[in-house]
Structure formats: structure tokens, C-alpha cells
């Protein structure tokens, strides 16, 4: 009988269980609909009957974002790992190495080169699994970076933002990327090349305090919460209830703090447009058409 118990049925168990991975459904947020993953991934991360928008990783938003999804991955420069041998519950080294296993990338921020409606322009996404999209050296020279190489290809620099802030663990280090990249901002602006930013959800501290309200043109994703400090943190400070809706993307565009809300399904189409009106480059040319088929 022991054996029956201890070693058939558990067999017999393990044979039968399906595993099933940990990202198969994805709840929706607002509605709590569980969506498929694959139908949700062809959806670019948009909840078809809310519309509500998830994150969107930064290699997936790059391949939506140039031509066939094919883009050159520009090299971003070193930086110190960690100046300051930062410890909490954890060692700072160790974080990192958790969130590059997690995302595959070396740190916040990935950008690249390559053609938007056949325009050339330079991306940059800062990506929010990676340690909340916090802004420190490292992610601060891949912002200059981003915006240095636009200024020597001659091209439009567009900047996908989603961060909780400054890094903490590099401290004033990482406060010193606000100044820093709020310069190479201006290097671009005299080279008079533009400069579009997308605010994404979310898009607060040390981003909006520099490069990411700096934009020629301010386009925020529906529904993205956009601040400095975080609505429960102003309440608390200010003792007042806030109106509905604050700090939201479609209350900072009735109040004048974004130019537009426009959903990722036409986001694409209309960076290629500003980018064209912006650099006065003629319209795209039409794409060649398909050869007839054979006669059977």
C-alpha cells in the first residue's frame, strides 16, 4: 500500500498535470478580464474591449515603431556599476542583475536608429520593468546618447518615457542626469531638430522634472498618469481631495500640459506625420505596386 501511495499515484499525478505558463492570461486592470497573452501581444498590449493600455516593453515598442521592425541598436557608454556600494535589504549589484535577467537589457533605457515611414530617426524607450524605469547614470547617458546621435545624423530624436523617479541607490549621481540631459536637449533644439515625446503610463519624479516635459510636441498615451509627486502624496500634503482624473492624460491635455492623447494604434502614424511637418520633408512616396499574379 505505501508504495502504491508513495510512488504510483504521485507518477500517475506528474504524467497528468499540464503546465501552464505564469503569462498565459493577463487580467485588465480596470475591468478584470483575462485576456490571452498572444491576442494581446497582436493588440500592441491594448485591452480590446477597454481599450485600457498596458505596458509595452522596449523591444516590442521599437519593432511598432520603425519600418518591418527593423531598427539599429545604438551602443550605450558605460557607466560606474555602483559608485556608491549602495546596500539595503539587498546589494544594489544584485538588483541589477535581476532586472537584466528579467528584461533583457542592460539598463532602463534601450535606443536605436532606423526608419520611420521611410523618415530616419533616432527612438529612445525607457522601459518600466527595469527597476521602475528610474532614471540613473547609466540611463542618463543612453538619454544624451539618444539625443547626441540624432544631432550628428541631422534627424528627429523620439523619446518614449515610463519612470518612477530617480534611482535612489546612485543618489545625487543620479540627480545630476536631470541637468545633464536637460542640456543635450538643448544641443538638439539648436540643431534644430525635433524633438517628440510620449509620455506612457507611468510618467513621474525626476523624468518630468527634465527631459520628459522638454518635448517640441507632448503626446501621452490614454489613461497615463503623469506628475512629479503621486496623487496620494499631493493629498496628503495639500489636505484636499483631488478632482477626477488628475494627473492623467486627458486632464493634462484639457489643462494644457500635453499637446495630444493618442491611442498606440495610431500613435505610430502620427510621430511619422509630426516628424514630416516638423523636418518639411515631403510626403512619403507611394509604395511600389505588387506584380500582377501569372495566368493560371
Given at each position: 500500500m505505501n508504495w502504491i501511495s508513495n510512488v504510483v499515484r504521485p507518477k500517475i499525478r506528474s504524467f497528468l498535470k499540464r503546465e501552464v505558463p505564469e503569462n498565459l492570461w493577463v487580467k485588465c486592470p480596470e475591468t478584470g478580464q483575462l485576456v490571452f497573452y498572444k491576442d494581446l501581444e497582436a493588440n500592441q498590449f491594448v485591452i480590446p474591449s477597454s481599450n485600457y493600455h498596458m505596458r509595452?516593453?522596449?523591444?516590442?515598442?521599437?519593432?511598432?515603431?520603425?519600418?518591418?521592425?527593423?531598427y539599429e541598436e545604438i551602443e550605450i557608454p558605460e557607466v560606474p556599476l555602483d559608485p556608491l556600494k549602495f546596500r539595503d535589504e539587498r546589494r544594489y549589484t544584485e538588483r541589477l542583475k535581476d532586472a537584466?535577467?528579467?528584461?533583457?537589457?542592460?539598463?532602463?533605457?534601450?535606443?536605436?536608429?532606423?526608419?520611420?515611414?521611410?523618415?530616419?530617426?533616432?527612438a529612445a524607450v525607457q522601459d518600466f520593468d527595469f527597476m521602475g524605469g528610474s532614471l540613473g547614470m547609466a540611463a542618463g547617458e543612453a538619454v544624451i546618447k539618444a539625443l547626441e546621435t540624432a544631432v550628428e545624423k541631422r534627424t528627429p530624436c523620439i523619446m518614449f518615457v515610463a519612470s518612477g523617479g530617480?534611482?535612489?541607490q546612485e543618489g545625487i549621481l543620479s540627480l545630476m542626469q536631470l541637468p545633464r540631459t536637460t542640456v543635450a536637449v538643448q544641443d538638439l533644439r539648436e540643431a534644430k531638430q525635433p524633438?517628440?515625446?510620449?509620455?506612457?503610463?507611468?510618467?513621474?519624479?525626476?523624468v518630468t522634472a527634465s527631459y520628459g516635459m522638454l518635448g517640441d510636441v507632448q503626446i501621452a498615451e490614454p489613461g497615463a498618469l503623469i506628475g512629479f509627486a503621486g496623487p496620494r502624496v499631493i493629498e496628503q500634503t495639500i489636505r484636499e481631495k483631488l478632482p477626477d482624473g488628475f494627473q492623467r492624460a486627458e486632464y493634462l491635455k484639457d489643462h494644457g500640459m500635453v499637446d495630444m492623447v493618442v491611442h498606440r494604434h495610431q500613435l505610430r502614424a502620427t510621430l511619422a506625420r509630426l516628424c514630416r511637418v516638423l523636418t518639411k520633408a515631403p510626403p512619403a512616396p507611394?509604395?511600389?505596386a505588387l506584380p500582377a499574379p501569372a495566368p493560371a
Open positions: 509595452m516593453g522596449a523591444a516590442a515598442r521599437l519593432a511598432s515603431l520603425f519600418d518591418s521592425g527593423q537584466r535577467a528579467k528584461t533583457g537589457l542592460n539598463d532602463a533605457i534601450k535606443i536605436a536608429f532606423g526608419d520611420l515611414d521611410r523618415l530616419p530617426v533616432v530617480a534611482r535612489m524633438y517628440i515625446v510620449v509620455l506612457t503610463n507611468p510618467t513621474t519624479g525626476g507611394p509604395m511600389p
